[in-house]
């Protein structure tokens, strides 16, 4: 019922920036109430990285808070996550997912994936 597709991963080094696009299709409206970013490193959980609701409020995991940023472009059902002075510990597969739930809810509370972006970052 909601498709997702993510965009702009890529590799940078440490201390620069990108931006992640995630573009929502489908009956967003109905399925979606929260909008977030997971990460998942080789040999590691996924992780949550940053989540907003219908009503803009947002959240971040301590490990970002303060270098990333995620927002939304309801207009065009396209969700954004800002990234700014990346580290090597950001290397992960970034994953947009959606669903019906307070932000703070665990990646397997999810019912929508997009196929996932690769952020890499070099030392």
């Known amino acids: 019922q909601v498709q997702l597709v993510e965009s702009g991963g890529g590799s940078v080094q440490a201390g620069g920036s990108l931006t992640l696009s995630c573009a929502a299709s489908?009956?967003?409206?109905?399925?979606?109430?929260?909008m977030a970013w997971f990460r998942q490193a080789p040999g590691k959980e996924r992780e949550g990285v940053a989540c907003i609701d219908r009503r803009s409020r947002t959240a971040y995991a301590a490990a970002v808070k303060g270098r990333f940023t995620i927002g939304q472009n309801n207009a065009k059902n396209i969700l954004y996550l800002q990234m700014s002075n990346l580290k090597p510990d950001d290397t992960a597969m970034y994953y947009c997912?959606?669903?019906?739930?307070?932000?703070?809810?665990?990646?397997?509370?999810?019912?929508?994936w997009g196929q996932g972006t690769q952020v890499t970052v070099s030392s």
């Open positions: 489908g009956y967003t409206y109905s399925y979606t109430y929260s």
């Open positions: 997912a959606a669903d019906f739930l307070a932000c703070g809810g665990n990646w397997y509370e999810y019912n929508y």
